[in-house]
């Protein structure tokens, strides 16, 4: 989603951010299909992006509902509130914290913390070593993750 995103708010250019946003869809979905735990990190971070208003091209509308359709095809898991509430909350927190904390402080370390969004990282660690999770989730977690920061350097080395 990160090349989607700066495709669409940095070249201005639809068609493309609007591919990669389905492609997004499309994987995210079929991972919350086939794990519950993609289930509640991709679901969390649509619910948390949509109310901190994060959902705000058509690009993202698309992608969206690309991956609902995925999960009302797939089936959606049978999830457990808490645990969603706890994800939802901390991409919140990330999603805030990224905005806002540089024009709080200069604290270099929460800078960094919300600069990569560690609230979340933190999360589904905690919630795989409580054995909520696998810990392999949040191993695949943390490459998803990687990949995301790897998708912003790759857009601007190309542009």
Same mark, same amino acid.
Do not use: W
């Given at each position: 989603m990160k090349y989607s995103d700066d495709l669409f708010d940095v070249?201005?250019?639809l068609n493309y951010?609007?591919?990669?946003?389905? *492609?997004c869809g499309v994987a995210s979905g079929l991972a919350a299909?086939?794990? %519950? =735990?993609?289930?509640?990190?991709f @679901?969390? %971070? *649509? @619910?948390?992006?949509? $109310?901190? $208003?994060?959902?705000?091209?058509? /690009? /993202?509308? %698309?992608? $969206? @509902?690309t991956f609902v359709i995925i999960l009302l095809i797939g089936g959606i898991p049978n $999830?457990?509130?808490?645990? #969603? #509430?706890i994800c939802i909350l901390a991409?919140?927190?990330?999603?805030?914290? /990224? =905005?806002? @904390?540089s024009k709080v402080t200069q604290d270099r370390f929460l800078n960094l913390f919300f600069e990569y969004r560690f609230v979340m990282k933190i999360a589904v660690f905690l919630l795989a070593v409580c054995g909520v999770f696998d810990i392999w989730a949040f191993i695949c977690?943390?490459?998803? =993750?990687?990949?995301y920061v790897i998708a912003g350097i %790759?857009? =601007?080395?190309l542009n």
């Open positions: 070249n201005n250019n951010a609007t591919i990669f946003g389905i *492609l299909v086939y794990s %519950i =735990e993609a289930a509640y990190i @679901i969390a %971070i *649509l @619910i948390g992006n949509f $109310l901190v $208003l994060k959902v705000d091209g058509i /690009h /993202h509308i %698309i992608s $969206l @509902i $999830l457990n509130m808490v645990v #969603l #509430l991409i919140i927190s990330d999603e805030v914290g /990224h =905005e806002m @904390i977690f943390m490459m998803f =993750e990687i990949a %790759i857009f =601007e080395s």
